[in-house]
């Protein structure tokens, strides 16, 4: 998050190279990307990723498979 000068997040993201990427990459990954932001108010971000199943091929000890 931050507090800078925002923008119309419903628009495309021209100028915006790093969002556009950070969308792709997780939706290649099951996941999405939401972007919280109006002109003048800063943006937020939101990433969200689908965890695997405990038990469901996760290495033990490495905290992945653990649902939230």
Do not use: Q, Y
Request: charged share 15%.
């Amino acid at each position: 998050a931050d507090d800078g000068v925002g923008f119309d997040p419903t628009g495309p993201f021209a100028g915006h190279l790093g969002l556009t990427s950070m969308r792709e990459r997780l939706a290649d990954l099951g996941g999405r990307l939401e972007v919280i932001s109006a002109p003048g108010s800063g943006t937020r971000l939101l990433a969200r990723l689908p965890l695997p199943v405990a038990g469901a091929g996760a290495a033990p000890g490495t905290g992945a498979g653990v649902a939230p």
